[in-house]
């Protein structure tokens, strides 16, 4: 088990100016950012990034909406990261999130769901790995 796990910021959430209450949200529950930024996604990034998904009907819709804008990466860690993100960000939709989560506070549907968080020890890897190089964690 890892300690580490990978977010990003959405654009729905930093265009909404949302930025700085979902990351004092995450530090208030204990995790420490080991690499953070700012940036806008490529349609070809994006792409990349969410690889897993392409064959999903839903695909061409996801990569436009997470290049639309920028979002915010970083890595965060705290003992069992990943599991303990998932609990806080809550569910994917919203409606169903449980209350004081992430998505329930910031989130106004399903695609625009304000986070992502990593769900697995190996996929927060990778996902971090994506973003950040060696020289940019701490």
């Not at 970083?74 to 999130?97: M, Q, S, Y």
């Amino acid at each position: 088990m890892s300690n580490r796990t990978f977010t990003m910021i959405k654009p729905d959430a930093t265009s909404k100016g949302y930025t700085g209450a979902i990351l004092d949200q995450i530090i208030k529950e204990g995790y420490s950012v080991k690499a953070m930024k700012w940036t806008k996604l490529t349609t070809e990034q994006a792409g990349l990034f969410y690889d897993i998904h392409r064959e999903r009907p839903f695909f061409g819709e996801l990569v436009n909406f997470m290049s639309s804008g920028p979002i915010v990466a970083a890595i965060l860690e705290k003992e069992n990261a990943v599991e303990d993100f998932r609990t806080l960000i809550g569910a994917t939709n919203p409606a169903n999130a449980a209350e004081g989560t992430i998505r329930k506070n910031f989130a106004a549907s399903i695609g625009e769901n304000a986070v992502h968080g990593s769900d697995s020890d190996e996929n927060a890897q990778i996902e971090g790995d994506f973003f950040f190089s060696k020289l940019e964690r701490f």
